[in-house]
């Protein structure tokens, strides 16, 4: 009708969302308070830590990648397939191919459309190292909170490890080894034998499964901890 109605008119609707504006501003303050006061995800952090009973060593991965079995890790890769493929070009299916796995950039496989999680996982860690891969298959959703891989995770060490052999036939031999340290992956635990004399054998493990020499055996004879990096 007249200006002077359409003015009152935008005048209310002027009025009404600075009063929402001012709302919001005041309610915010409120809401940032209370999320400082209590993370979530603590209870998560401690359960953790109870419940994973004796810390796990990471293993030294120059002492067991050597002596892995490869074959094995073939039939653990089974658990895997029903998502992924592991030939050289191989398609993507449920989660992406794997060929040339380690070394390669977390998220980074051409036509997949990976999770935000792991998108982001992959701008702080820029490749998949063998330390990485073995945290991630062990519980991949609490590694990577929000990660879309379903799967429940390999709890047992050596099965991770001789996966991780098996995956790096798979396209990734120019991934290096790196040298035996097994001093370095003893001193988390108990303290370390002097570098040199600790040989994988030299581990008082009888019984122990071949596939897992130093990393399996945290008690190894201790001196104090000097771990060489
Ligand atoms: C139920 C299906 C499923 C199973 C089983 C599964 N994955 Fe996955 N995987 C996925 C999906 C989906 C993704 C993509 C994750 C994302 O984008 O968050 C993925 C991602 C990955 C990645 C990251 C790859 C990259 O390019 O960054 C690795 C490594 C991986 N899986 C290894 C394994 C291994 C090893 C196993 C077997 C022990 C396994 N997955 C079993 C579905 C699966």
Known sequence: MSDLTFNKVAGAVLAVGLAIVGLREVSGGLFDQQKV????????????????????VPPDWGTVLPTADVKAGEAVFAKCKACHTDSSGGPNGIGPNLWGLLGRKPGGHAGFAYSPAMTEFGGKQPVWDYEHVYEFVKAPQKYIGGTKMTFVGLKKQDERINL???????????????????????????????AEGAAPGAAPTAGAPTTVPAAAAPATPGGTAAAPH
């Open 37 to 56: 006061e209590k993370p979530g995800y603590m209870v998560e952090v401690v359960e953790e830590a109870s419940t994973g009973a004796v810390a796990e």
């Open 164 to 194: 991780i052999a098996y995956l790096r036939t798979q396209g990734s031999t120019g991934f290096a080894i790196p040298a035996p340290n097994p001093a370095a992956a003893a001193a988390p635990a108990e303290g370390a034998a002097p």
